[in-house]
């Protein structure tokens, strides 16, 4: 073993004995905690993470429906799952706040989001087919889709025989 291997390896010996002396004086400080207590701060954290509330529960090994009653319980922890949010929130703009100084379309999404009325994108829909209101909600969501409008609206108002409509594609 080599002498930068000895320093190497000293160097974790000695982090990990910091990180022991850490989780020993939090542990001997902190105030015991109820196992709802526990639970619900592992939500906050996953949350925090940017899980939904649904996806923190299931990850912190709390059936969703325990979450959903504790927070309707416990106005603090309700707020607590709304500071999560909110902090998980500012990280990711603080990203996109670093990101502008090289990237210009940072700034535009920025731009965008923050400023929406001013910077926003505007989208124009065109209602060809006004006589049939059902054809005019498809011709409204194919046009938002970016869907050419290569058929008739007649035959996109309802599916042919046999044929099934799939929500989930889209």
């Known amino acids: ?24 004086s939090t542990t001997q400080e902190a105030p015991i905690k109820s196992t709802a207590d526990a ?3 592992k939500v906050l ?10 996806q923190a529960s299931i990850m912190a090994g709390v059936d969703p429906a325990t979450v959903a009653r504790y927070k309707n ?5 309700a707020h607590e799952i709304e500071q999560a949010r909110l902090t ?10 670093i990101a502008t100084e090289t990237d210009w379309r940072a700034a535009k999404f920025l731009l965008e989001t923050q400023f929406a009325s001013e910077f926003g994108q505007k989208q ?6 006004t006589d049939k209101p ?3 909600i498809i011709d409204m969501v194919n046009q938002i889709r970016g869907i050419a ?15 099934t409509v799939d929500d989930d594609q889209g």
Do not use: C, H, W
């Open 124 to 129: 124009q829909i065109e209602l060809t087919n």
């Open 1 to 24: 073993m080599g002498i930068d291997d000895r320093i190497k390896k000293r160097k974790r010996i000695e982090a990990l004995e910091e990180t022991a002396e850490i989780v020993q």
């Open 39 to 41: 639970r619900k701060e």
């Open 45 to 54: 954290f996953f949350i925090s993470q940017g899980m939904s509330q649904r």
């Open 134 to 136: 059902k054809s005019i």
């Open 73 to 77: 319980l416990d106005p603090v922890f």
């Open 149 to 163: 409008d290569d058929k008739p609206s007649e035959q996109a108002e309802a599916p042919a025989q046999g044929d």
């Open 88 to 97: 998980y929130r500012m990280m990711l703009v603080d990203r996109v706040k």
